[in-house]
């Protein structure tokens, strides 16, 4: 997962959000207006594209055994652009492995044969968010939190176009638990317990914190969260400083085995909870050159991502390269399921728990506002 603001930090960007409004709404209201119809004029053609006849699958299948969306090795096949065209992306982190397909798409020129020219950017979540708003940069790789959904309800032209990632079946990366006394993997009581977290509650990781505390006798309100850094958080779990972590790759390998800790869950098998955000640049400025980022960025998850791709040894020094880890580092944990689509409902699950956190304000948003599936429809040939 991303990293993500922490509540304070999230109601910071609610405020900058705001300022930046007054601007947008003087130099763009029109686009605004249009893109917030949910219709974005008429709709583009979508026509059959080849290897890619199993491209795409049942947005409301949220199970745990169902196979991501692929095309055949290669495809989409590119589509260049008549024009070169720049691309600014930006993301709070340029090392984890769910950034991978993006930055290997980048190093293998999976986006120069769109004539896509894509830099990435190293920008902090909320700095990044009004920027994208603005047109400054054109695609966020982040996630749908408190304060994107924030900005939206308050006008800014965003959507969530496409997935990321899922678990593996053997990873626990996720909420980890220092046993006490008569506490047992699955009979933990969280309640009064402190949780170190690299993220606060505006963070789509509250969603499936909440199912994991609410799992084990407490929920949002009844445990104390403490922010630490990357390096502080497992070391705090061990020497007592909180009483459970999220617990991100590789960092969990540390205590996995251990009778003295208890995995108690992670992000749900089967639904990406972050991906590809587009600004107004992309959503109706030049949506050619939306689908054609995600076009190459398909391609390169279906080339180089399409199963356990930490098998390639060659490969896994390539994915080293871009990622600046070893390649030791990068086996030591499953390989992720890239996954682009998003599932149904997910939005709506966020929202619940961004409510029950009080990081949100007004009545939740419907989905078509906050996602659009078009783009990597399009991209398929899903008609």
Not at 110 to 119: A, G, M, R
Not at 120 to 141: E, F, N, R, S
Not at 195 to 220: C, E, Q, R, W
Not at 363 to 369: K, N
Request: a positive charge; proline letters at 7%; charged letters at 25%.
């Amino acid at each position: 997962m991303a990293r993500t603001p922490s509540l304070a930090r999230a109601l910071l960007t609610g405020v900058t959000l705001l300022g930046v409004l007054g601007s947008l709404a003087a130099c763009d209201a029109q686009t605004s207006d249009s893109a917030r119809s949910g219709t974005r004029g008429k709709p583009r053609p979508i026509t059959p594209v080849a290897g890619c006849a199993k491209g795409w699958t049942d947005p409301s299948d949220r199970s745990a055994a169902r196979r991501p969306a692929r095309c055949a090795s290669g495809a989409p096949a590119p589509k260049p652009l008549k024009k070169r065209t720049k691309v600014i992306v930006s993301a709070s982190t340029l090392t984890a492995e769910y950034l991978a397909p993006l930055r290997i798409g980048v190093a293998k020129g999976e986006f120069s044969k769109e004539k896509l020219d894509v830099e990435v950017k190293l920008l902090p979540t909320p700095d990044a968010l009004p920027l994208l708003a603005k047109g400054d940069i054109d695609v966020q790789y982040a996630a749908p939190e408190a304060a994107v959904l924030n900005g939206i309800r308050q006008g800014f032209d965003i959507r969530w176009v496409a997935g990321n990632f899922t678990p593996a079946p053997g990873s626990k990366s996720g909420f980890w638990a220092r046993l006490r006394p008569g506490d047992t993997a699955g009979g933990v009581s969280l309640k009064d317990r402190t949780v170190g977290t690299l993220i606060g509650k505006g963070s789509v990781i509250t969603y499936p914190m909440a199912k994991v505390l609410s799992a084990h006798k407490a929920d949002l309100d009844s445990v104390r969260f403490q922010q630490l850094g990357p390096a502080e958080v497992l070391t705090s779990l061990k020497n007592g400083g909180v009483d459970a972590a999220w617990l991100l790759d590789p960092v969990w390998r540390q205590v996995d085995g251990d009778t003295g800790y208890a995995f108690l869950g992670g992000q749900p098998r089967g639904e990406p909870l972050g991906g590809l955000l587009f600004g107004p640049d992309l959503l109706t400025g030049n949506p050619d050159a939306g689908v054609a980022f995600l076009r190459a960025y398909i391609r390169t998850v279906n080339t180089y991502f399409a199963g356990d791709y930490k098998k390639d040894r060659a490969f896994l020094d390539d994915l080293g390269d871009v990622l600046k880890t070893g390649p030791d580092t990068l086996a030591a944990v499953p390989s992720l399921r890239m996954d682009w689509e998003i599932r149904a409902g997910t939005v709506d699950r966020l929202q619940k728990a961004y409510a029950a956190a009080g990081v949100v304000e007004g009545d939740p948003l419907p989905e078509d506002q906050v996602v659009d599936r078009s783009f990597y429809a399009e991209a398929v040939g899903h008609n």
